[in-house]
């Protein structure tokens, strides 16, 4: 799996943007970029993925680079609640890969009032 | 539907004992993974179980296993425990078949302690 790089620590302002970086220049065309989040001592939340085109769900926005180096998650409007690592990682979509995920350090987010 | 499960929510075991970790996923999802959590090397890949089979394993000793049952439920066990396998373990269920992204969803974790 391709490897990413994440700044290890992030604040945002409460009730504004949030937009966490990722680097993954290796990124092979089969693998997807996806993003969990994880709140302190629970077990990670998945939050987004994509392929190549733009991304948005009800929790964020997931923008990809046209040559696939580096992602950007959005979340439009941080709350207090969002205070989390953040993990960007690369996997390839296939199933029969299987589903392993290889966890950096990610991003620690808080979120300030 | 009920998110993933996994008892006993906490555990304290002696070195040299062996412990059994429980997994229930999603209704409807086949595969199952399993992480460790550790303060010094994150989050780090186990084994995952798909239709009652290892489909992947990671770079663990042997003292780790796991299997799966015909309902998808999992379990893990760890034997001769040691100081450093203290830490969260994460089970995580995804649908399992056909291609494309498959998103896990992760349950509360158990949090081992070894004495």
């Known amino acids: 799996d391709a490897k990413t790089t994440q700044p290890p620590s992030m604040d945002c302002a409460e009730g504004r943007a949030a937009n966490l970086p990722c680097n993954h220049s290796?990124?092979?065309?089969?693998?997807?970029v996806y993003w969990y989040r994880q709140i302190h001592s629970q077990g990670p939340q998945y939050i987004i993925h994509?392929?190549?085109n733009n991304e948005t769900n009800e929790m964020a926005s997931l923008i990809i680079t046209e040559d696939r180096k580096s992602s950007t998650l959005i979340l439009p409007h941080a709350t207090l609640r969002d205070t989390a690592v953040y993990y960007c990682?690369?996997?390839?979509?296939?199933?029969?890969?299987?589903?392993?995920?290889?966890f950096g350090g990610g991003t620690r987010l808080m979120v300030k009032p | 539907k009920a998110g993933v499960t996994q008892t006993p929510r906490y555990l304290i075991k002696t070195r040299g004992q062996q412990v059994t970790l429980s997994c229930s996923p999603i209704?409807?999802?086949?595969?199952v993974s399993w992480y460790q959590q550790t303060p010094g090397q994150g989050l780090q890949f186990l084994f995952e179980y798909f239709s009652e089979t290892q489909r992947n394993k990671g770079n663990f000793p042997g003292r780790f296993s796991g299997r799966q049952f015909s309902n998808s439920r999992s379990e893990m066990n760890v034997s001769t425990l040691e100081l450093g396998d203290s830490a969260l373990y994460l089970c995580a269920s995804s649908p399992g078949g056909g291609r494309g992204p498959r998103e896990q969803y992760f349950g509360p974790g158990t949090r081992l302690t070894v004495t």
């Open positions: 994509g392929l190549k």
């Open positions: 290796t990124i092979s065309g089969n693998e997807y």
């Open positions: 209704s409807g999802h086949r595969s």
């Open positions: 990682i690369v996997s390839p979509g296939f199933n029969n890969a299987g589903n392993m995920l290889t």
